[in-house]
């Protein structure tokens, strides 16, 4: 079998080759934007292929290539700060690459069994009473990154019903872990921490709004969750991959305080607001628990410890190389 992953020198598509190449003997055709090398080199039952599927031509000639009997369509601008500074940017990359994405196959008269990945952040704020949600829940986004989701997941619905792609919509709640950029929240502070511990910064952890609670999974439970939807999953329907509780940011900082070696202060950064956030949001993962078998096996605690490991190792290395 061989598998397509678009984005895959990203941060989930990194766990999910190592994940894939651990647990399964297929092959793997990874893409990754033009630029300069990210992520692991490829293995040996991997190819890594340079694509911007905005570019239509390019993306039909990577399937027909590829042939792929499996898609993990992971490939996004994913940042929601990024998002409110350039909306179009955005809405153009994460909408055209998947229509290209979807319009080869049609081309190819090909039908791999694809799983879009939309968003947790489709369904915006929600009443304590409708918590946690499920798939049928009202899609409310609330900024130019979940509209950009909500369109990708109506989009694979559509060619389902349309021409019968096989298409199966995942829509992950937060997901952490070990290799995310400091952009997001748990490694922005865990590089802070990091710093502070090596005397590279004062010891002081600079935050934003710390009041929103939100549903957080370890990424290495996300990308086993992928692989089982494209083995059992049902095409056509939509899946939430949750932990199904709610966990507070100012947790995250009081436990990565905890377990530091430097007594830290918190400042906090009007800068780092955004223009909307969502004050309590998790999801349930019923659905996916009863057509796959998931569950989410890593805790919170090991996630933040092996994040800030992580942050400390290159902190150790910098000291190292100065």
Not at 144 to 167: A, C, N
Not at 214 to 237: I, K, M, N, Q, S
Not at 251 to 261: K, N, P, Q, T
Not at 276 to 288: E, H, N, Q, R, T
Request: net charge negative.
């Amino acid at each position: 079998m061989r598998v397509l992953i678009t984005g895959a020198t990203g941060f989930v598509g990194t766990h999910l080759r190592r994940h894939l190449l651990s647990s399964t003997d297929w092959e793997i055709v990874g893409t990754a934007f033009p630029g300069p090398p990210a992520g692991p080199t490829p293995g040996s039952r991997e190819e890594l292929i340079l694509l911007d599927l905005r570019d239509a031509e390019a993306t039909q000639t990577a399937l027909a290539e590829s042939s792929p009997d499996y898609v993990v369509h992971l490939a996004a601008q994913a940042h929601v700060p990024t998002a409110y500074k350039d909306p179009w940017a955005t809405l153009q990359n994460n909408i055209l690459g998947q229509l290209n994405l979807f319009e080869s196959c049609r081309a190819l008269k090909i039908d791999p069994r694809i799983i879009v990945i939309g968003s947790g952040e489709e369904y915006g704020r929600a009443a304590q009473a409708d918590l946690p949600l499920v798939e049928d829940h009202p899609l409310r986004p609330e900024n130019p990154y979940s509209v950009s989701k909500v369109t990708q997941d109506v989009m694979g619905y559509q060619y389902f019903i349309s021409y019968g792609l096989p298409v199966i919509r995942v829509r992950p709640f937060n997901h952490v872990g070990p290799g995310q950029s400091s952009r997001f929240v748990l490694p922005a502070f865990a590089s802070q921490v990091a710093e502070i511990e090596g005397g590279r910064r004062e010891p002081l952890l600079r935050v934003g709004n710390l009041a929103p609670e939100r549903d957080f999974t370890d990424v290495r439970d996300v990308v086993r969750a992928y692989r089982l939807l494209l083995l059992h999953g049902t095409v056509g329907e939509v899946y939430n991959v949750a932990s199904g509780r709610p966990y507070a940011i100012q947790s995250i900082v009081d436990e990565l305080r905890a377990i530091s070696s430097t007594e830290i202060k918190i400042e906090v950064d009007p800068e780092r607001y955004r223009p909307a956030d969502i004050p309590v949001i998790y999801g349930s993962a019923d659905k996916l628990r009863r057509d796959t078998g998931w569950t989410a096996k890593i805790p919170m605690s090991q996630t933040i410890d092996d994040v800030l490991a992580e942050w400390r190792a290159t902190m150790h290395s910098k000291i190292d190389r100065s």
